[in-house]
């Protein structure tokens, strides 16, 4: 039986793909401090059998919280295989750091990109094959509400890029630089927070490549954009200001000398 770990950030989707591959109606929350337990359901496809395993959300594989501790305990245990990876493409960047995480861990990953449809309506857009390139691994956009199982989608193929490699050799080359200092608490937070440094210098990188996303202005926001153009709010703003100044000065005046 093959396991499969879905993993993604907090109210990224988890549970609802998790819900709509198993035919579930699980309920899985993310509170500060409270231990939350897998979901976990077995399942045929293909004459295959998987047992799929719902975890709670986190941002990183560096645990700050109880409840991110146990997702990462079972995500660093000898048998989590396979994950699939729930991004949220409305959340790129923040969600691209756990991808990260996983990939210099050496996991085996498929890349889910939910969210897609209010991403292009706001204007963004991916290169998904850019981002298969650089990350070895297959990234694919979803629905998580409406996702539909295919042939290959429980098939896993990551290979190490030359782009994780380089990665992998910078958070090793820091690991090993805090060994030589201090091994206190707090020297090993500050080599947690350096390494969630250098993989957000590598999420740039990423993001400047395949992501695009324009700025449209809906509504009100339209109007206002043409009216503070130069050409228009500079003759606007002098009208406003004669008027101002005419009834203060003279038609207030004027007012004053027929009734006082």
């Given at each position: ?10 109210n ?10 198993t ?7 993310n ?43 079972e995500?660093?245990?000898?048998d989590?295989?396979?994950?699939l ?52 691994c ?26 994780i ?11 090993e ?40 202005i ?32 003279f ?10």
């Open positions: 039986m093959h396991k499969i770990h879905i993993v993604g950030n907090p990224s989707g988890k549970t609802t793909l998790f819900n709509c591959i035919k579930s109606s699980e309920h899985v929350g509170w500060h401090g409270v231990t939350v337990d897998k979901k976990s359901k077995i399942i045929t496809f293909k004459s295959s059998t998987y047992e799929l395993i719902d975890l709670p959300g986190i941002y990183s594989l560096n645990a700050f919280s109880l409840e991110e501790q146990v997702s990462i305990e995500i660093n245990s000898s989590c295989d396979n994950i990876y729930l991004l949220d493409a409305n959340n790129f960047k923040r969600s691209m750091l756990l991808a990260l995480n996983l990939l210099i861990n050496d996991k085996n990953i498929k890349i889910l990109i939910n969210n897609y449809k209010s991403f292009q309506k706001n204007g963004g857009s991916i290169d998904i094959e850019y981002l298969q390139k650089i990350l070895g297959e990234v694919e956009i979803v629905d998580a509400q409406k996702i539909k199982v295919k042939e290959d989608f429980f098939k896993f193929q990551t290979r190490k890029t030359s782009f490699k380089m990665l992998q050799n910078q958070i090793n080359k820091n690991s630089n805090n060994k030589n200092n201090q091994t206190d608490k707090s020297s090993e937070d500050n080599q947690k927070y350096k390494n969630i440094e250098i993989l957000y210098a590598y999420i740039l990188k990423i993001a400047n490549n395949c992501v695009k996303k324009e700025n449209k809906y509504g009100y926001g339209k109007f206002d954009k043409k009216l503070l153009k130069l050409s228009v709010f500079l003759p606007l703003f002098i009208l406003a200001m004669f008027f101002v100044i005419y009834f203060t000065f038609l207030l005046c004027q007012l004053s000398a027929i009734y006082f």
